[in-house]
């Protein structure tokens, strides 16, 4: 049987999250990351019953869930089981490593009991990472460095992607990967996860700027396409996320 290039990843990388993302790809056919940008528990937990099966990653915004209560945290967990993704909460940390490593641990939400992957924004250097490494390591957590975002007028020049890079090499051993909309390295070891897809659209009203799921996989080689609103508004989010499955697979393999 043929393997695609995720399955030899597998094989080869040594971050434990890293190499459990690639399994889960290679695994359910699967380069598709759903945002569950929605804003009750409720339907979180229906969107994942629809979209489970289509998907590598479960991205969440905790913070905009306006019910939360911290058992929802623990459904989460078990509907990553029974589904099989892994859980990305995208907290875009962004203060000193001190400041970080309370709201990675602590707060109301507790991240680091049952997100497996998190992301940062650099712009502090590079005590975030190491604080985020010492709470994350841990508990065997992987993080993603924002090294380019979607959004118009973002202010991540390339040098900044660049540093980016620099930074994820140095910590190699917690920092799995990018939050990219171009491959940044031949580097085996590091994942790039790409939001702003969606067939439909090219913008939204506040900056948001879409590439199609072949621009993001095909022109610009990242690994792993993240959608929301194309697949959450969509009349039937199951269809949709297969729908995305089939393409974003049919380009990788
Ligand atoms: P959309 O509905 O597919 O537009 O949602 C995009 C999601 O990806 C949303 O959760 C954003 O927070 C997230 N995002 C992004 O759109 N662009 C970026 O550069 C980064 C994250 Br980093």
Same mark, same amino acid.
Request: aromatic share 8%; net charge negative; proline share 4%.
């Given at each position: ?61 905790? &913070?905009?869930?306006?019910?939360? @209560?911290?058992?929802? @945290? ?15 909460? &995208?907290?875009?940390?962004? &203060?000193?490593? $001190? ?32 604080? /985020? ?23 991540? @020049?390339?040098?900044? @992607? ?7 090499? $140095? ?45 993001? /996989? ?14 959450? /508004? ?10 995305? $499955? ?8």
């Amino acid at each position: 049987m043929k393997r695609s290039a995720y399955g030899q990843r597998a094989a080869e990388v040594t971050h434990p999250v890293a190499k459990k993302l690639l399994q889960c790809m290679e695994e359910k056919k699967t380069n598709l990351g759903v945002s569950a940008d929605l804003t009750s528990q409720k339907e979180i937990v229906e969107l994942i019953h629809e979209v489970g099966p289509h998907i590598c990653v479960l991205k969440t915004h905790v &913070d905009v869930i306006a019910d939360f @209560t911290p058992s929802f @945290t623990v459904e989460l967990q078990k509907l990553a089981e029974k589904y099989q993704f892994l859980i990305f909460e &995208d907290r875009k940390f962004a &203060d000193i490593g $001190q400041i970080v490593q309370r709201q990675y641990e602590g707060g109301v939400y507790r991240i680091c009991e049952w997100a497996e992957i998190v992301n940062a924004h650099i712009l502090p250097g590079p005590g975030i990472i190491e604080g /985020l490494k010492q709470i994350g390591m841990k508990h065997n957590r992987g993080l993603l460095l924002i090294a380019q975002m979607s959004s118009a007028g973002n202010l991540l @020049t390339p040098e900044y @992607t660049q540093q980016t890079l620099a930074y994820a090499q $140095q910590h190699a051993d917690f920092v799995m990967g990018f939050i990219a909309q171009t491959k940044l390295t031949n580097d085996p070891r590091f994942l790039h996860l790409t939001p702003g897809v969606q067939f439909a659209n090219s913008q939204d009203d506040l900056g948001q700027q879409y590439v199609s799921v072949e621009k993001a /996989l095909v022109e610009n080689q990242t690994d792993v396409i993240l959608v929301g609103r194309g697949i959450y /508004l969509a009349s039937s989010p199951r269809e949709e996320a297969r729908r995305y $499955q089939e393409c974003g697979w049919g380009y990788s393999v």
